[in-house]
């Protein structure tokens, strides 16, 4: 009986085997789009600008606009060039 025993022990007792295993995934990512100020067009109005200005900070303008991203948890926001 308690050969009996051990050898059930022995077959139901499992072993922890750690092995890399390459898995491939193939399907589509598709993220929805962002709406950008609320679908509405965005207007800059610059003014008259001397075309001197043109290429450096002196004709830059800053303008505040929303960007509203439903499927991504947080702030959405924009990384531009410094």
């Not at 993220?31 to 800059?44: A, E, F, H, K, S």
Request: hydrophobic share 40%; aromatic share 6%; net charge positive.
């Amino acid at each position: 009986m308690i050969r009996l025993s051990l050898f059930i022990s022995l077959l139901l007792t499992s072993v922890a085997v750690l092995a890399d295993v390459q898995i491939n995934i193939r399907g589509n990512v598709y993220i929805p789009p962002c709406t950008i100020n609320n679908g509405q067009n965005i207007v800059v109005d610059f003014g008259n600008i001397n075309p001197e200005h043109v290429d450096n900070s002196r004709g830059e303008i800053t303008k505040t606009i929303s960007i509203s991203c439903t499927y991504k948890s947080g702030s959405p926001w924009i990384k531009g060039h410094r």
